[in-house]
């Protein structure tokens, strides 16, 4: 009797060694290393990263590790292991315009100064499965050579560092184009980690909150911005992809230097915009940008930031996918999982109140039904009394 | 502070977690917290917006009741978690554990020994006293959520003191169904000014929030909110003069203890869906039973004498 809720630590301890059981599946075959996870699920690493909002390739692999390939939880992980670092500061803004290219691609102009660069991308596959992989690895040939031939391909792209202008840029040479440049006295923008969330949110805060946003969410509600939920009318400007340098000023040297280099990927989107009373037509930006190759969610990214920017540009609100509020409260994949799944949580206290008012209700309503039944007869009475 | 000299449990647990911080914070976000608590205690029932972090549990599970004990507790303190009034339910058990592995304090079941309680949907039958401090589990910090989702313009209502929407849903909840239909998380008014969520707490606890002696602090991490009840503050249950708040009332004692004063769990025993009632409070419960034992023992010995 009343074992229901008892033993719970022991419960816990033996769900701990069944988890760590699952996760390794079977034992007759090799177990993935860390090292596999970074170079072999490349992307999944680049999803973790920039959800979970830290730059560490190793700890993202060990994340999606220890998560069984559960890219939520596995950000979740990075997420609560980030907030016990702690701050030396911030970097110096990242210069895109200087990235490495990797890939670099134009929607808008079919030749531009730098050129089209179509790198590595899944675009143009035919998905097929391909069933040589199913085979074992060791058929692929030697590891070595090809990883030699990465990193030589690489440093010959290193080499020959051709500037490339971002396209938003050679647009603006007609003036075209909004340009984003920091207004003079505009406050340094906040720290979407250190400071709650609170609305009327900025534009600073907005895109922090977009880069840490769940890709699926990003990419639904872009998909809807595409379909008539906000005015949108996307070109896309420009995705770069490739490594860019992260500088620090240190405050020993009085300088900025260079403390290492970043994969990331970023997305301009063109919007057309109407115009007002103040403004000519011109055309708007979207801006998307995440760690590691995330193609697909920078240019969510970018659609959604350019829907919230709505009632900045004076258009008429009509979707949620405008509404600020609604979008950054409900972006964050840690807090939705996290709520959605406290529901498995024991609530047997409330449900135990809302079954007394359901039981009493029902009592009363049975004793109306009855009541109401007995004057009926009375009313008849009367009446045929007159 | 305020450390009994028994405890019931000696942790059978690591001592505190190697390479993190005393309660797993570190010290600035600790800092950060306290001074939200402190403006909070200031303004009772009023939510004060903090920098929630992500913790090692999930946003939904007790992460800003867990914030608000990280940030108060110290080595001293005794610390009893419960959840839907028991100290064995998993997350109380999880939490629990979380404490005693960063902090390696006495964890307790007994309410009087505690001298910070973390609950999720309760106040323990035993009254507290005033060198205690019961932590709340809170979803929704904002009680009037459901009427008004934007945060926005809840806070304008909040500054405005304007609280007519809620008292217009307490009376169609009377015109459709005869009385109030909110059973948990019932509303309240905070020392005659601040409208607050009392945490989904059910109706039956809401008067031991009135004049308790002990500091209320309730903390919703997910919704980056904390708000108090400083001990002895005036909590007001929201009703009408024709319609008074009323708590919930069982037909049945405890199968256990007896009591017919603490809040009741319903058990389905068997396939024909034969019921039983017990405490929801298990400490409480076990209380009970054991003074309950005691006297018929010392009965036993007087008759055997």
Redesign the interface.
């Given at each position: 009797m009343y074992v229901a809720v008892k033993g719970g630590e022991r419960a816990i301890e033996a769900s701990w060694r069944l988890l760590d059981k699952s996760r390794r599946g079977d034992t007759r075959l090799a177990e993935l290393s860390v090292g596999q996870i970074r170079e072999q699920l490349r992307l999944s690493v680049a999803r973790v990263m920039t959800e979970g909002s830290v730059y560490d390739e190793d700890l993202a692999a060990l994340a999606i590790k220890q998560a069984a390939g559960d890219l939520v939880e596995a950000i979740f992980l990075l997420r609560a292991y980030r907030t016990t670092l702690p701050r030396f500061g911030y970097t110096q803004p990242l210069d895109s315009e200087t990235m490495v290219v990797e890939r670099r691609i134009s929607a808008t102009f079919k030749d531009l100064p730098g050129g089209q660069l179509l790198g590595a991308t899944y675009d143009y596959t035919q998905r097929l499965l391909d069933f040589k992989l199913m085979a074992d690895a060791q058929a692929n040939g030697d590891d070595s050579t090809n990883g030699q031939a990465a990193q030589q391909q690489r440093a010959a792209l290193q080499e020959t560092p051709e500037a490339m202008p971002r396209v938003v840029t050679l647009l603006n040479k007609e003036g075209l184009i909004e340009q984003e440049t920091p207004l003079s006295g505009a406050p340094e923008p906040g720290d979407l980690t250190r400071e709650p969330l609170s609305f009327p949110a900025s534009r600073a805060t907005r895109l922090q909150n977009l880069a840490r946003g769940d890709e699926g969410f990003l990419l639904a509600m872009g998909y809807a911005t595409q379909r008539g939920y906000a005015n949108s009318h996307p070109f896309a400007g420009e995705i770069r992809f490739g490594s860019v340098t992260v500088e620090m000023e240190l405050d020993e040297l009085g300088e900025a230097v260079e403390i290492g280099e970043i994969d990331i990927t970023e997305c301009q989107m063109i919007n057309q915009f109407a115009g007002s009373t103040e403004v000519p037509p011109t055309f708007t930006q979207g801006y998307g940008l995440a760690f590691g190759h995330s193609e697909r969610k920078a240019m969510a990214m970018a659609l959604v930031d350019r829907a919230l920017r709505a009632e900045e540009l004076g258009e008429t609100l009509a979707s949620p996918t405008q509404d600020i509020e609604f979008m950054l409260s409900h972006s964050d994949n840690v807090e939705a999982s996290g709520f959605v799944q406290h529901l498995k949580l024991p609530h047997y206290v409330d449900f135990q109140a809302e079954l007394e008012l359901v039981r009493r209700l029902r009592a009363q309503h049975a004793a109306q039904v009855e009541q109401t039944s007995q004057p009926d007869t009375g009313h008849d009475q009367e009446e045929q009394a007159a | 502070m305020n450390a009994p000299e028994t405890q019931l449990a000696s942790a059978p647990y690591d001592s505190a977690a190697e390479g993190?911080?005393f309660a797993?914070?570190?010290e600035q976000?600790k800092r950060m917290i306290r001074r939200s608590l402190l403006k909070a205690v200031a303004v009772p029932g009023y939510q004060v917006?903090?920098?929630?972090?992500?913790?090692?549990l999930?946003?939904?599970?007790g992460?800003g009741g867990i914030q608000v004990t990280a940030a108060i507790i110290g080595r001293s303190d005794t610390l009893k978690v419960i959840?839907?009034?028991?100290d064995?339910?998993?997350?109380?058990?999880?939490i629990r554990?979380f404490f005693a592995r960063t902090t390696g304090v006495a964890t307790t079941r007994r309410t009087s020994e505690a001298t910070i309680v973390q609950t999720?949907?309760?106040i323990p039958e035993t009254p507290l006293t005033d060198k205690q401090i019961l932590v709340y589990q809170v979803?929704m910090p904002e009680p009037l959520f459901r009427l008004e989702p934007?945060?926005?313009e809840c806070k304008k209502l909040h500054a405005l003191a304007d609280y007519g929407l809620i008292s217009v849903k307490l009376y169609e909840d009377i015109v459709h169904?005869?009385?109030i239909?909110t059973?948990?998380?019932y509303p309240v008014i905070v020392n005659e000014r601040y409208l607050s969520s009392p945490s989904?707490?059910?109706?039956?606890d809401n008067p031991k929030m009135h004049m308790n002696p002990a500091l209320q602090l309730f903390g919703a991490g997910?919704e980056?909110r904390i708000h108090a009840i400083p001990p002895y503050t005036k909590v007001r249950s929201l009703d009408f003069d024709d319609h008074p708040f009323e708590i919930?009332r069982?037909e049945h004692a405890c199968a256990?203890c007896g009591s017919k004063e603490s809040?009741?769990?319903?058990?389905i025993?068997d396939d024909a869906g034969k019921r039983?009632f017990?405490c929801?409070d298990?400490d409480y419960c076990h209380d009970r039973r054991e003074q309950q034992a005691d006297q018929t023992g010392a009965i036993a010995e007087g008759e055997s004498a």
């Open positions: - | 993190y911080n797993y914070l570190d976000t917006p903090f920098a929630s972090r992500e913790m090692p999930p946003f939904g599970w992460t959840d839907q009034g028991s064995e339910t998993t997350n109380a058990v999880n554990r999720r949907h309760r979803p934007r945060v926005a169904h005869g009385s239909a059973t948990y998380d989904p707490i059910p109706k039956f997910r980056r919930q069982w256990l809040f009741l769990d319903e058990m025993v039983m017990v929801s298990s």
